[in-house]
């Protein structure tokens, strides 16, 4: 590819990545609005049409990495832990 298609397509990445957070910040308002209905109902469960909406509590239990480094010490929090590696795309401007 040419410098210039190069930043045509920078460009036409930057506008749909803008694109996406607006709807995905338009969706989320419609979620908050329907959530906000069911909670002016006091329903965890609601049937419209051919759709069940559900806004529950949901518990999960998650390992307290920074609790384990204090109470077992960071060496053996070292020994149970390994590196990844991965690849990052970025594109500064």
Do not use: C
């Not at 995905?24 to 002016?40: G, R």
């Amino acid at each position: 590819m040419t410098q210039i298609t190069l930043t045509h397509r920078i460009e036409e990445l930057n506008d749909l990545e803008a694109m996406i957070e607006e709807l995905k910040a338009e969706a989320e308002a419609i979620k908050d609005s329907i959530k906000e209905e069911m909670t002016i109902r006091d329903v965890e469960e609601l049937t419209v049409g051919d759709y069940i909406i559900r806004y529950v509590d949901v518990l999960s239990s998650r390992f307290d990495t920074k609790r384990f480094k204090v109470e077992m010490g960071e060496a053996l929090y070292k020994n149970f832990t390994k590196e990844v590696s991965s690849k990052r795309f970025t594109i500064s401007h």
